[in-house]
């Protein structure tokens, strides 16, 4: 489903992205991106060191490819007007290079702006794992256009 407006959201429905394979480049690129190159993220012996199987992908990397992939999806291509912002986001496991993730979300919340012609849509999102596990939970704001009022005359 592409564009989808105020009107069109149903609480309770939930949809799902297609996937990534996060690589090593990828982590290697958000290291540069973001300026942080903590060993956790650059040094596979010293992530073993600390209980991990290799580099692991910052948190927020995973947030942001959540919205990526939900970006990809072009469920809001013509009614995003913003991200309200992420709460209650949770780190439950790590993504290391190799993993093949993917994001579902339900709708769980809308309600009309007081500025008209818009709303705001409160989602529940994980990102899931190839062993469909969930690795980060979250809870995201956006605001959406609502649909144009047809013309009369």
Not at 57 to 68: F, I, K
Request: charged share 20%.
């Amino acid at each position: 489903m592409t564009d989808i407006y105020f009107e069109d959201v149903v609480i309770g429905a939930e949809m799902h992205s297609g996937s990534h394979t996060v690589t090593a480049e990828d982590i290697a690129r958000f290291c540069d991106l973001t300026h942080d190159h903590h060993p956790l993220h650059t040094d596979a012996v010293y992530a073993q060191s600390r209980g991990f199987p290799g580099v692991i992908a910052h948190g927020l990397y995973g947030v942001a490819l959540m919205e990526g992939l939900k970006t990809e999806m072009k469920i809001y291509e013509n009614s995003s007007i913003a991200s309200l912002g992420w709460d209650q986001v949770r780190f439950l496991q790590a993504v290391v290079a190799g993993d093949e993730v993917r994001v579902v979300f339900r709708f769980t919340d809308k309600r009309l702006s007081r500025k008209g012609g818009r709303g705001v849509v409160t989602e529940a999102i994980q990102l899931i794992n190839q062993r469909n596990e969930p690795v980060i939970e979250a809870q995201h704001t956006a605001l959406v256009l609502c649909r144009a009022e047809p013309a009369t005359h």
